[in-house]
């Protein structure tokens, strides 16, 4: 039987919904995208909400994004679906899953990092070939495998393992909070 959700469940929810759409605004622009903190806060979103929880905040970011509220790096809307960068919003769901349900037994350092690399593949999964598709099928650009990963991978892994790292290390006070409240210990 899954558990129900409360209120103090809504509105942490909501919170990092929030919280993604600011990361989309702390941004700097480069080429097809721009490196910003979406996937900091999806990743926390995981570890700190649990799987269930941290995905339904970034579903509800992304379906307000797509509904046309300007959350997303360059506006809002269902024409978002045409840019290349669409299939990495749509990852972000699936990838606070993964590291939620990755780090939901054990929230050090270790487990809190491979569970938000492991949920960062799976952004890059769905995003990739999102890209790849938008730009040579709609937009014909005709581009090659490492034009795509230039793209949209290499130049933000360095800043990807950096969120990794500072989630890794601000993270595990954090759970320890959470749980506090929640258990009143």
């Known amino acids: ?7 103090r469940d809504l509105i942490l929810t909501a919170l990092f919904a929030a919280l993604t759409a600011v990361g989309a605004f702390v941004k700097i622009p480069f ?4 490196i910003t903190l979406q996937f900091f806060f999806t990743a926390m979103a995981g570890i700190l909400l649990g799987a269930r929880l941290g995905a339904l905040s ?3 970011y992304v379906l307000l994004g797509l509904l046309g ?24 769901i699936p990838a606070a ?3 939620g349900k990755l780090t939901e037994k054990k929230a050090d350092f270790k487990h ?3 569970g938000a690399l492991a949920g960062l593949g799976i952004l890059y999964l769905f995003g990739l070939p999102y890209m790849a598709l938008t730009l040579n099928v709609y937009m014909g650009k005709g581009m090659s495998l490492w034009a795509i990963l230039m793209a ?3 130049p933000f892994l360095p800043g990807d393992f950096v969120k990794i790292i500072v989630c890794g290390l601000l993270c595990p006070p954090l759970t320890r909070r959470l749980r506090q409240t929640v258990h009143g210990d």
């Open 31 to 34: 080429a097809f995208s721009a």
């Open 58 to 60: 970034q579903l509800v």
């Open 152 to 154: 949209g991978t290499i």
């Open 69 to 92: 509220l300007p959350i997303f790096t360059l506006g809002g809307g269902i024409g978002y679906f045409l840019y290349p960068t669409c299939g990495f919003l749509l990852g972000l």
């Open 1 to 7: 039987m899954k558990a129900k959700i409360t209120t």
């Open 97 to 99: 899953w993964v590291t």
């Open 112 to 114: 809190i990092a491979l």
